[in-house]
């Protein structure tokens, strides 16, 4: 019978599961970019809002849309597990497309185009109602996926006993993701600025529906981890518990705190958490006092938590300061699929005297930068410096991270002074009063602010993921995940605040910010976003600098029942404290 436990196991996950997982978040991908990447032209063109308007709205979309990961995490982590939140999630995503497909297809459902004769009218609210409600059904959608697709990947090579190519696949990740965004920058951008906004939102549609049935085909081949319960409630239970024994002196040798294998069983299959001496103020949870065990030997979870709990909560409070420093990154980017794009669209953007690009689609520098990059991390970079200092990840991630922080603030400065260079050239042609009008200066002026941006993401956006998936307590990784969105979400809503508030404030010295972008400062704008960067850069380093890995007692499965063996737990303590 074990026998048969353990061939059902050996032919479960693996890498043969990778073309179904990322088949999904394939598909996925390329709806989403082939969905989102040239919005703001459909928004100012087809809907005719204002361009800080429909900036805004886009940036509150994308926060959303990164903040509904989190409850879609904790609904896979608690009861539904990470295939059928996936599932869901991709079918709900599914009708939120399908709505904004309808709407672009029909005339009832956008305002009529402008003409001499009929001045431009911004949509109805009957038409917006429309477009909020299929970009809450993405959102909503896209709680289900982003959190489960990475968590679920890393989980069939991990837990088959990969462990080696764990890392690996977070850069197979992506860079998977980047190949259908660097199609839908190109192809679907193109349709949808020259053939027609049903077609171009309709192809991305389908594309969704066929990752749908990619993904559910893989099924009986996924490892399918057991839900541990609500990390809430658990986390909720330690708080409470400390705070009731708030007042009791605690042991001072840490052996003495309560600790239940069994009862921790489902939350620790890879290993238990071994006791820190940070936060101590939360081991009072673990401090056994009369009343905290029930006639039958169970903890009362409310009074009395495990050794093992009470480091999970431990190890979320340690990750804060450094999953924070990805909200300021959102922050600094969230222009180039605004403003960037504004800017590309007044600039020449001919490749022949017939063909121009559209302007979205000057966003693949960013992606190929990025693909370039993690191919030359992956490939060369990380066998080197293995080789140089021993260590399997070649850097840690947390060094990883620094370097793509350092990375992006350049990105900035090239923004802020192209920018600059292409005012001048308006004000030289006498076109500043005329924003319809094409600048004689190429598109290709904003290569470079593109391009840094994907090399800093290739470092700092997959490092930010990899510290989150192992630092994070095993029963938590699809809650992790969440956080890498969650700063996201945060940094799109603090985009729009502060996009919001430097339009307030200048509105009355020259507006930065203004529909006629030859007549705004967005160089100023881009050199405050610098300023905010240095300063992310610095506090990053500090919190680098101080931060505790988590110790890990790992349990090792033999002759089929699973013994505690030391020397692995040793060994893994060790390999935590590197950081890879």
Known sequence: MAEDGREKERKQGGLKTMPFILANEICDRFATSGFSANKITYLTQQLHMPLVQASN????????????????????????????????????????????????????????PCSPQQPCRQASSLQLAVLYLSLLCTSIGSGGIRPC??????DQVELQGEAGQKWNFFNLYFFSMGMPVLLALTVVVYIQENVGWGWGFGIPTVAMCLSIIAFVIGYPLYIKMKPGGSPLTRLTQVLVAAFRKRNVVKPEDPSLLYEDKELDADISTTGRLLHT????????????????????????????????????????IRMIPIWSVGIFVVTAASHSYTFAIQQ????DR????????????????????????LAFYDRVFVPVARRINGKPSGITYLQRMGIGLAISNLAN????????????????????DTPDATIPISVFWLVPQYAIHGLADAFSSVAHMEFLYDQSPESMRSTAAALFWLAGSLGNYLGTLLVTLVHDYTKEKGDWLQDNINRGKLDYYYWLVTGMQVFNLGYYIICARFYTFKPLEVAKPENPSKVLDEEVGAKEVEFSKMGT
């Open 350 to 373: 001919h490749l022949t005297p017939k063909f121009q690009i559209p302007p979205a689609t000057i966003s693949i520098f960013t992606v190929m930068a990025m693909l370039l990059s």
């Open 57 to 112: 709205t886009l940036t509150n979309f994308g926060g959303t849309s990164s903040l509904t990961p989190i409850v879609g995490a904790l609904i896979a982590d608690s009861f539904a597990g990470r295939f059928w939140t996936i599932t869901v999630g991709s079918i709900i995503y599914q009708l939120g497309m399908m709505t904004l497909t309808i709407s672009a297809v029909l005339p009832s459902l956008r305002p009529p």
């Open 149 to 154: 697709v990475v968590a679920f990947g890393a």
């Open 277 to 316: 001496n940070q936060l101590v103020f939360l081991d009072r949870a673990a401090v056994v006092v009369e009343g905290d065990i029930e006639e039958s030997g169970q903890p009362r979870l409310w009074r009395l938590s495990t050794v093992h709990r009470v480091e999970e909560l431990k190890s979320i």
């Open 344 to 347: 590309a669209r007044s600039m």
């Open 413 to 432: 400065v090239a923004a802020a002074l192209v920018e600059t260079k292409r005012k001048a050239v308006a004000a030289e042609h006498g076109l500043l």
